[in-house]
């Protein structure tokens, strides 16, 4: 079951665990949970991190970090994946035991089974992106995919340009995904994949889950490595993760954003009012977490200036580059944003720009720009009330 690919990760896995980190450790034994046996060449991992290792063949396992994890996953392709809440454990050394994984793969692949290839190719481009970084990027094993798809009927009359009604896709084994432009491997476990028409919403509605841990490819040359980090910037710049960090920390238009909260419940027909977290008493900021309390239904414009390398600070800039537009909405109460620049799966739905970034420009929650944008670090000149300002006698939206 593609063990030369499964094989190839634990390598890299192992050469480059102990090169990743110098601090804290956690250390642990897996264990087979019906044989008491251990289990070798298991995956231990931050998720969304650089953070892992692999067991070796007594099980055992040692995982290096700075900055203490809230879980760790372990992964296995003969196991269920396994998350490990770490508050109330001692870490000193964990005892995890694993349960043997079962498919019923007949009933996984049936449905759709002739239209493989262009199951594969919707997903990659759902799932990947279909911009650059999508389509730089590789599913080293698509070969584990397995597609249930449901297709309109002939005689259904819908205004749909694609026929497929719904899908669903399940991995009989951790993804391997070459991001060629970015320099990692990615090591995903797909737990959710689904898209399915809402007619509420009058729009197919994905949700994508999952835990990923990245892998940095190493054995480069410096020009090779200096590229990798600018199409890292690139990538990092104009994203949810950059966004989300930005809101968190309450630097919004010191990063080249402007953010405005539709009146009423229709992005076409209402109009809109300028929106910051200190501009309403809805953002409650923790250490590590930030609330959007009463949000959930709210619809947001999005709007973002800068250039390849990087935002340009709003409060100290009078001449800007074309905007970049995008939306999206909030679907829970509360919102939980995060230091890092991650969020529970599906708590905002991104669109048009931004919303066009997907797994193949992903980074990891642990990535921080080498080069920061040189205007980030100055003193701020204007206020946000005079940074709207600003915005609106450029005509751009009304409010």
Request: net charge positive.
């Amino acid at each position: 079951m593609n063990w030369h690919v499964y094989l190839k990760l634990i390598l890299i896995f192992l050469i480059t665990a102990p090169v990743l980190l110098s601090g804290q450790r956690i250390t642990g034994r897996i264990i087979d949970s019906r044989t008491n046996a251990p289990v070798e060449m298991a995956a231990v991992y931050v998720d969304g991190t650089t953070i892992g290792t692999v067991s070796n063949e007594k099980g055992e396992f040692v995982l290096e970090y700075n900055n203490t994890p809230k879980a760790i996953v372990v992964s296995h392709i003969n196991y269920e994946l396994k998350v490990i809440p770490l508050a109330g454990h001692d870490t000193q050394y964990l005892r995890i035991f694993l349960k043997q994984k079962f498919f019923d793969i007949a009933e996984i692949a049936i449905q759709g089974k002739n239209r493989r290839t262009e199951n594969l190719k919707y997903f990659r481009d759902a799932f990947l992106g279909k911009d650059i970084w999508g389509r730089n990027a590789v599913i080293e094993n698509d070969s584990v995919l397995r597609f249930k798809v449901e297709y309109y009927r002939d005689n259904e009359f819908v205004f749909m340009v694609s026929k497929m009604k719904s899908i669903e896709v399940a991995a009989l084994a951790p993804l391997i995904i070459s991001l060629e432009s970015l320099g990692y491997t990615l090591h995903y476990d797909l737990i959710t994949f689904t898209e399915k028409y809402d007619s509420l919403a009058g729009v197919k509605v994905m949700h994508i889950a999952g835990k990923s841990y990245f892998q940095p490819v190493s054995d480069v040359s410096a020009f090779k490595q200096r590229s990798f980090e600018r199409n890292r910037q690139r990538a990092f710049y104009h994203s949810p993760m950059h966004f989300t960090r930005s809101l968190y920390r309450n630097k919004l238009p010191q990063n080249g954003y402007l953010l405005f909260e539709s009146e009423g419940s229709n992005l076409v027909k209402t109009g809109f009012r300028s929106f910051y977290p200190d501009s309403c008493n809805c953002f409650l900021r923790s250490e590590d977490d930030a609330f959007l309390m009463g949000m959930a239904g709210k619809y947001f414009i999005l709007f973002y200036y800068g250039y390849n390398n990087g935002p340009v600070d709003l409060t100290v800039r009078n001449l800007l580059p074309a905007e970049s537009r995008s939306h999206f909405v909030i679907l829970s109460d509360p919102c939980i944003i995060r230091r890092d620049g991650t969020r529970p799966a599906n708590s905002i739905l991104f669109s048009s720009q931004i919303g066009a970034k997907r797994i193949g420009a992903t980074l990891p929650s642990d990535y921080d720009p080498q080069d920061k944008a040189k205007e980030a670090n100055r003193k701020s000149r204007k206020g946000m009330d005079e940074i709207y300002d600003d915005f609106y006698k450029r005509g751009r939206i009304g409010n």
